[in-house]
């Protein structure tokens, strides 16, 4: 089984939905973080959490939240889906400081 | 701020060619230092990484070596093979816990 598991793998939705996308993680690492992924862009950081009551703010937080339900589990929520928040989702997992990540295989989100 | 910066692809080479992908970055600190491998459909894999400096990182015949003076983690390899087919993404760890990543470089082996 996959150390960092992402669900669903697909999802395609209309503009204005609430979209839900979820990651877990069997690694056992406090570092959990969210980052989307658009072509000749690299990854951009959207939320990151050190343990589940610490949740921070990445670099394009607006639009989206988070909730880290367990050590295990951190979800990514978009309120009100718009067609720009279309992209390749990653959840990644670390073990502390300069650690290298791990990352789950995305979502694929398109925003109609 | 923190960044990083790698070469624009495509880079296309003919099997057992020489491969460089050049990264360059800009940090404060000490930080570590990574190359990341992305096979369509899958996550980012780490490929090797490097924690201080003159430290060099290896792994599937991929090198890279930390280099303070100029600040740069170029990714070598001696021979490619058309399974290395994939992106690959530079990337530093910061001072404030996160992780920078260059917009990747894809590359392409022929066979």
């Known amino acids: 089984d996959a150390d960092v598991t992402q669900t669903p793998r697909n999802r395609i939705t209309k503009t204005g939905k609430r979209i839900m996308l979820e990651c877990s993680q069997t690694?056992?690492?406090?570092?959990m973080y969210w980052y989307r992924q658009d072509p000749g862009l690299g990854l951009r950081l959207i939320y990151y959490s050190f343990d589940v009551k610490d949740i921070n703010k990445g670099e394009i937080s607006d639009g989206y939240s988070v909730s880290r339900q367990a050590q295990a589990k951190f979800s990514l929520s978009l309120e009100s889906a718009i067609p720009n928040q279309t992209a390749l989702y990653f959840c990644a997992t670390a073990e502390g400081f300069n650690q290298p990540q791990h990352f789950g295989d995305g979502t694929r989100l398109s925003i109609l | 701020g923190n960044s990083v910066t790698q070469m624009e692809g495509p880079v296309t080479l003919s099997e057992e060619a020489f491969l460089t992908i050049n990264c360059t970055y800009t940090?404060?600190?000490?930080?570590?230092l990574f190359w990341y491998v992305q096979y369509p459909g899958e996550g980012l894999q780490l490929l090797l990484k490097?924690?201080?400096?003159?430290d060099k990182g290896s792994n599937k015949g991929f090198e890279a070596t930390y280099r303070k003076e100029t600040t740069s983690f170029h990714l070598e390899k001696g021979s490619v093979q058309v399974s290395d087919s994939a992106v690959y993404f530079c990337a530093l760890s910061d001072q404030a816990y996160k992780y920078i990543f260059g917009t990747g470089t894809r590359l392409k082996v022929l066979a």
């Open positions: 940090a404060t600190g000490y930080p570590s």
């Open positions: 690694k056992g690492h406090d570092r």
């Open positions: 490097a924690t201080k400096a003159d």
